[in-house]
């Protein structure tokens, strides 16, 4: 695994480019109180010529943008603007590896007349990102996961298609009770016990050669690594449908994998003890890793619009 990221020398924060160890917020922050923000985790990667290539750059922002609005977050910026400030923000950091994005947007403080309290109106927003050198850091033989004792909330309670800051104590919970257990990540049931999704990742599994994860409209986070995995799926003509799993489902599967902008496509070599298949990355996961890295970086045509290129190596001239 490596070592803790290295956080760029530059942020953006609230409006300007900031060197980044100076970066502040008040301690009335709202969403520190009150967990009132959303946030992105974007990547970007090295192409061969030396510049870097942000992978669904608009997609991650629309998300982001998106549940902004939801929590009435007035971030002050548009798609286009925050496109720019990105690829701004990288080519002033220079990192020619791999990076990580984390942008922000949160409720800030309450403006006058606004009388305290959890309330999304009165408060005013702010928006900011950080950078940090970040490479692959999961267990490379694969990953062994429990099936936590906590359940995903359900989306009648918390929307699931916004990255809510809030939502996130359930997550790092289920993490706390799987690493307390020697394990490396959990997988997180619904209020029906049906399988959810991993604390930062979705659920794939292989049975019978067939690719099956559960369906975008269940108690979870439609991920785009995941839409991305079913579009690379097609490609390479590996038969695939959306089907709730459960617990079993998991144990008796030929092939486990997660998939996530922080993990990628990560297989899962055993849950709950069980090994999955052979106890080793399987050949479906392995060729959907395979093609999903090669994506990322370039190394395939980006017929979709994918990659959002950064001019790095100009820059550092």
Known sequence: MSATPELGPVAYHRGEFVDARA???????????????????IRAHPLDSGDLAVFRLGDHLDRLLAGARLLRVDTGVTRE??????????????????????PLAYKLGLQPGTRPGVGLTGVSGALSIVVSRLGDYQP???????????????????????????????????????????????????????????????VFVVRDGLLVTPPATGDRLPGITRDT?????ADLGIDRVEAELD??????????????????????????????????????????????DQTIRGRRPDTRGWLTTVALAEALR
């Open 23 to 41: 970066a502040h917020l008040p301690l009335t922050t709202q969403g520190l109180h009150y967990g009132t923000g959303v946030f992105e985790g």
């Open 81 to 102: 603007l925050a496109t720019e400030i990105v690829v701004e923000l990288l080519r002033r950091n220079g990192f020619t590896a791999d990076v990580y994005l984390r």
């Open 140 to 202: 490379p033989a694969g990953l062994r996961c429990l099936i936590s004792s906590w359940r995903r909330p359900a989306r009648s309670a918390i929307p699931v298609r916004a990255k809510i800051t809030g939502g996130y104590v359930n997550n790092a919970l289920a993490l706390d009770e799987a690493r307390c257990a020697g394990f490396d990540d959990a997988i997180l049931l619904d209020e029906r016990g049906l399988v959810a999704e991993a604390t930062t990742a979705n």
């Open 229 to 233: 995995v079913l579009t690379l799926a």
């Open 247 to 292: 617990s079993t489902d998991l144990l008796q599967a030929e092939e486990v994998f997660l998939t996530g902008t922080g993990c990628g496509v990560s297989p899962v070599i055993e849950v709950a003890g069980r090994p999955v298949g052979a106890g080793e990355p399987g050949p479906v996961g392995t060729a959907l890793r395979e093609t999903y």
